[in-house]
Structures are given as C-alpha cells and as structure tokens.
C-alpha cells in the first residue's frame, strides 16, 4: 500500500487535471493587482485566467486558490467534508521535518496561532483555527470591517470601525493605493447584449476598505448592422473596429478614442467575453467631465 505522501501527491496530480472544470467563465481580474502577505506571493490560479496570492501552511485551498509550490505544499482534501475545498500542507515522505524540526509520527504542533498540524506517517496535515467568512454590509452592520485586534490572533469583523479613508499615496508615481487586503468578486456578465451597459462585482477596494457594490462600463458588441463574420465562416469569436471609436453613454462621450475588440458569434450563438481588463476613462457629460470604470475585452469564447 502507498505511504500517505504519496497519496496525497496522487490525489492532488488528480485534482489539478479536473480544476478547468470548475473554473468560471467568462474570465476577468480584479483590476486592481492582490496585496499579498508576508510568506506568499503572486501566481496564476488554477483556471490560468489571475494572478492571486499562493495559500500558505495550513490556510484553505481548492483548485481555483493553489498552495504555494516554493514551500512544497500541496492542497491535502483528506479533511474535507465535501471534496471540494482542502488545506494546504506539507508533501513529502519519511519523517516530518519543519522548517529544522523533527515531529515524531502523531506529533500534534502549530506553526503559528492560525493553524494547528498533525505529523500523520511522514506527512503533515494542518487544520486552520481562523474562519474565512465574509460579512456583507446589512441594515445592522452598513459598514462592516475586518481589522486587527490587538491580542487576538484572528482578524475580527467589527461594524463601527473607523470611517476615515485608507489611502497610500505614492509621490513618485502620483497613484493611489488602497491598503487594505484586496477582497473582490469576479465581474458579473455585461447587462446588455449590444452596446453600452454595465457589469458589476462586491469589492472591498474604496476609501474605507469596506465591502460594496462597484460597476464598470461594457460592450460586447455594437448594436444595429455589427457583421459578426464573413460569409461562409461558422464561428468568429473576436473581431476588432476598423478605426479608433470614441465611447458613449447617455449624454457623455470619451475624450480619447479607442481600437476596440468586441465578441462575434458561433453558428447562430454569440459568442462571450472570456479575458478582460478594466481601465479607468475620462468623458466629457453634459454636467462637466467624469471618469469611469470600463471594461475591455481581450478575448471571447463560444460555447
């Protein structure tokens, strides 16, 4: 019978070739690049699509959130209920040594105050002591926070936290960061089908590091005589505008002018936005002149 290394190392070779099925589409990124924290740093999820923070020991992790390889760690599902979502630890064989430290065969130990681990037949298996949960703002708690309590080792939701904005600014570069720890979901799909609409995401990146709606503008494609191919071809999932496009809104256009990339069609389907970036543009309104959030498509897909 295989030593638990190296069924975890089967399990989690298994995992990684069944992970496209759980990846979402169309695929966007949070604007705005993850601040990650000390022992972690930026690589590709498991869909290919973001750059995210690598989990560390002991912290939660499923085939989207990977764990980071530079510390040998692997997604250990031994422990989960459901099979979806596991914990990142150690792999590999013989004795567990940790860092210079050898645990014996059942050795219970804790890295740090957020994990507890298990030496178990030469592996590790960690179980994290912090919750991962997410407070949206309610009518109870309209401005939700997560901070750091001094003395407590978990970060801690709190609903009157400080309400003074949390910027840093850079004067070399003249930008603004936000420090909070980045949270956001994925941009919800355009609300129109042609022409300009709008698509939206929960993020915590505003002056107050609080929880809340954020929009951005979208096209997918043009309405009205848009040619999605040429005759005789069956699917067309990009096309590009022959000339820079000005956008516009009701009673705003852009100052700038744009080479534009829109979604064309599959058959009899239209096709979809599947990588994007968003950036941030200046319009001249009625009211006087305005920025926005908008989206651009690099790539679409055509089910």
């Keep these: 019978m295989p030593g638990c290394g190296a069924i975890l190392l089967l399990l989690a070779c298994a995992v990684s070739q069944i992970a496209s099925?759980?990846?979402?589409?169309?695929?966007t990124c949070p604007w705005i690049p993850a601040q990650c924290p000390p022992g972690s740093s930026l690589i590709m999820d498991g869909c290919?699509?973001?750059?995210v923070c690598a989990r560390r020991l002991g912290e939660p992790c499923d085939r989207i959130n990977l764990c980071n390889q530079n510390q040998e760690l692997t997604c250990d599902y031994s422990t989960s209920i459901d099979g979806r979502g596991g914990t990142c630890n150690y792999n590999q064989g013989g004795s567990c040594n940790i860092d210079g430290k050898v645990y014996?065969?059942?050795?219970?130990?804790?890295?740090?105050?957020?994990?507890?681990?298990?030496?178990?037949?030469?592996?590790?298996?960690c179980i994290p002591l912090c919750s991962e949960d997410v407070r949206l703002p309610s009518p109870t708690c309209p401005f939700p926070l997560r901070v750091d309590v001094p003395g407590k080792c978990c970060y801690e939701w709190i609903c009157d936290g400080p309400q003074q904005p949390k910027l840093?600014?850079?004067?070399?570069?003249?930008?603004?960061?936000?420090?909070?720890?980045?949270?956001?979901?994925?941009?919800g799909s355009c609300s129109t089908d042609c022409g300009i609409g709008i698509s939206l995401r929960v993020t915590n990146q505003n002056?107050?590091?609080?929880?809340?709606?954020?929009?951005?503008?979208?096209?997918?494609?043009?309405?009205?005589?848009?040619?999605?191919?040429?005759?005789?071809?069956?699917?067309?999932?990009?096309?590009?505008?022959?000339?820079?496009?000005?956008?516009?809104?009701?009673?705003?256009?852009?100052?700038?002018?744009?080479?534009?990339?829109?979604?064309?069609?599959?058959?009899?389907?239209?096709?979809?936005?599947?990588?994007?970036?968003?950036?941030?543009?200046?319009?001249?309104?009625?009211?006087?002149?305005?920025?926005?959030?908008m989206m651009f498509i690099i790539s679409c897909v055509c089910q």
Excluded at 21 to 27: G, Y
Excluded at 48 to 51: Q, Y
Excluded at 230 to 251: N, W
Aim: proline letters at 6%; charged letters at 20%; hydrophobic letters at 25%.
């Design 21 to 27: 099925q759980f990846c979402r589409q169309p695929c």
């Design 48 to 51: 290919g699509c973001c750059k």
């Design 104 to 125: 014996d065969d059942g050795e219970t130990f804790q890295p740090s105050c957020k994990v507890r681990c298990t030496c178990v037949d030469g592996g590790v298996t």
């Design 168 to 187: 840093l600014t850079s004067l070399e570069q003249g930008t603004v960061e936000f420090i909070c720890p980045e949270w956001s979901t994925e941009w």
């Design 207 to 293: 002056p107050y590091c609080r929880l809340e709606s954020q929009s951005r503008l979208c096209m997918v494609r043009p309405c009205g005589d848009f040619s999605t191919g040429r005759a005789g071809t069956s699917c067309v999932s990009v096309l590009q505008s022959s000339h820079p496009v000005r956008l516009e809104f009701p009673g705003c256009i852009s100052f700038r002018s744009f080479f534009l990339r829109f979604c064309g069609s599959c058959g009899l389907k239209n096709c979809i936005p599947h990588q994007t970036t968003t950036e941030m543009v200046e319009f001249q309104c009625k009211e006087g002149v305005t920025r926005r959030l």
